[in-house]
């Protein structure tokens, strides 16, 4: 995915927004010096939880049926804002651009007893140079933070758990245009990543809790590649390369040795940027296309990759446990191997494109954790965690017309995504939670004067996996969940279909305020999608828990007024 902000209009002010129920944005931009420099700044706030409230009064007070679940409790927000500069001197470009957002989330429904919060800051500067008409070099600084906490509210425990990963980038690609038929890339990396594995802290002075850290770990990750695009011909194109990265975690940390059956054997300290592990390797990668004539080509591909951090997510319903990982003493790289065929039709004088993709992907040392895993603030958790393999494979398709008064386009994927870890679900193969085999998307956008335009969106996706528990048992006096197989609960299929219009006035699109009006219905047949599986105590029976499902909006008539100026 290649996401770029706008570099902002260096000739003139220019601006916009919108107002909607359950959110609004704004942004400006303009030159700073004519030509030479200029900005963009841009912000949007969501009050999805005021806008849940309404419906919660609106159905206490009308004693409408189909919003007795909402009530006016909930705390849902979230906020972006980004900034953007850039000049321009002789052969050189300079940018520094920021972003900053932050989402909060609390649905009494759900969960009147805790709330989750997660954000991200990132600043880049980045230095574009002409060297001359056949070298160009890109160098960026990037800095990045990422947070998310989950904070138990009404109960004796009263804590705040929260756990972070900081990141700083020093990158530098080059781009040599060697002749018409080849096109040389080559750069270099260096990342520092720094990770807070978890924390939790009471959040007040009748809470239970004590205040408790896990140490945190830091890793430096650098990279050097070439590559080249070169044209045999008129129907042969290739596209080869060759990355070697490294991988060094650092101290200050204490590194614990185990035997076969992962039982403590020995610790080790290492100081402060002491090299505690090292790891290497040599990533190729190959492109063939082969046009067959002018409308129609094929292309084939090979990519190994290696991963050195690792994210594990408990795929029970639940507390959340996502946790990054480095590589270290007990837990390798990950890597694959991933396979590509496809078929592409391009047309000129037709309005139509089409193209479809075979893909086979195997993983190695992928990692899951072991069943009745203690994820939660565990200083080893590598004691937990059990690694073995996995594949993916699937075919994917696109139609798309891109002219005329009737646009859109059809995708439609078919994929499948396996695990097998030997010691988790009596080592058998066993689904991934984003194992969705189905995924259809139907876009169609309708121009039906100068003045309307008309928008359809169709979502199709088969439910992902997870693992939920099959009944419960009590043991000296207390209560304990027994589960499924691993991911051994398919979730059921995500399925909706929206509609809007939108309204310019075209009288109004020459002056300086240029309005236009969305409305439109999301979910129009009122399909109940999930969107959280929860457990919760039976009221009646304390010893006794059930599962609830929660869909959070059936069908939903909206409307916006944005602007430009």
């Not at 101290?251 to 090292?278: C, P, Q, W």
């Not at 690694?387 to 009737?406: D, I, P």
Request: without cysteine.
């Amino acid at each position: 995915i290649d996401i770029r902000m706008k570099e902002g209009n260096n000739q003139t002010f220019t601006g916009g927004g919108g107002l909607g129920l359950v959110g609004s944005r704004l942004y400006i931009e303009g030159p700073i010096r004519k030509e030479k420099a200029s900005f963009i700044i841009s912000g949007r706030y969501s009050y999805a939880g005021l806008t849940a409230n309404a419906f919660g009064l609106l159905g206490q007070t009308l004693r409408i049926t189909s919003l007795r679940d909402f009530t006016p409790n909930n705390e849902i927000n979230f906020y972006d804002l980004n900034a953007k500069i850039n000049y321009k001197y002789k052969n050189n470009h300079f940018y520094v651009s920021t972003y900053s957002g932050h989402d909060h989330f609390y649905y009494y429904a759900i969960d009147n007893n805790a709330s989750m919060d997660w954000g991200n800051v990132t600043g880049t500067v980045r230095w574009n140079h002409i060297f001359n008409s056949r070298l160009f070099s890109n160098t960026m600084l990037i800095f990045s933070k990422y947070n998310y906490s989950y904070i138990l509210k009404d109960d004796a425990r009263h804590f705040r758990w929260s756990s972070k990963l900081q990141e700083i980038d020093l990158k530098s690609d080059y781009d040599y245009f060697i002749n018409n038929s080849n096109h040389f890339k080559f750069g270099i990396s260096f990342e520092k990543h720094k990770y807070y594995p978890g924390q939790i802290e009471p959040r007040d002075s009748s809470s239970l809790t004590k205040y408790f850290s896990l140490d945190s770990q830091q890793s430096i990750e650098s990279s050097a590649y070439i590559s080249n695009e070169q044209k045999i011909g008129e129907k042969i194109s290739l596209s080869y390369g060759l990355r070697y990265s490294t991988f060094f975690l650092l101290g200050e940390n204490t590194v614990y040795t185990y035997s076969s059956g992962m039982e403590l054997v020995d610790s080790a300290h290492y100081g402060k940027g002491e090299i505690i592990r090292f790891y290497n390797g040599l990533e190729p990668r190959f492109d063939l296309r082969y046009l067959l004539n002018k409308k129609n080509s094929v292309k084939f591909s090979y990519t190994y990759v290696n991963q050195y951090q690792h994210l594990i997510s408990n795929s029970s319903v639940g507390l959340p446990t996502d946790i990054w990982l480095p590589s270290n003493n007990n837990i390798l790289p990950q890597f694959s191997n991933q396979f590509s065929v496809g078929f592409y039709k391009t047309t000129t004088e037709s309005s139509f494109d089409f193209s479809t993709e075979l893909y086979y992907r195997r993983l190695g040392n992928i990692i899951d954790y072991k069943d009745n895993a203690d994820l939660f603030l565990n200083s080893q958790i590598e004691t937990q965690i059990l690694k073995g393999r996995g594949f993916s494979y699937g075919a994917e398709f696109l139609l798309e017309k891109k002219t005329g008064k009737l646009t859109g386009w059809i995708s439609y994927t078919l994929s499948r995504t396996m695990k097998q870890i030997d010691g988790i679900n009596n080592s058998n193969p066993y689904p991934a939670t984003y194992d969705k085999r189905h995924n259809l998307s139907v876009v169609l956008l309708y121009k039906l004067s100068k003045a309307w335009d008309f928008g359809s969106t169709f979502k199709f996706t088969s439910g992902g996996y997870i693992t939920i528990p099959e009944g419960s048992f009590q043991y000296y006096g207390a209560s304990f969940n027994y589960y499924t197989n691993r991911n051994g609960y398919k979730l059921p299929p995500y399925h909706r279909l929206d509609i809007s219009f939108s309204y310019k006035n075209p009288k109004k699109q020459h002056r300086f305020w240029k309005p236009e009006w969305n409305f439109g219905i999301y979910n129009l047949y009122d399909h109940k999608n999930i969107f959280s599986l929860f457990i919760k105590m039976a009221e009646y029976d304390m010893d006794t828990s059930r599962a609830y499902k929660m869909y959070l909006y059936g069908i939903t008539p909206y409307f916006s007024y944005n602007f430009k100026f």
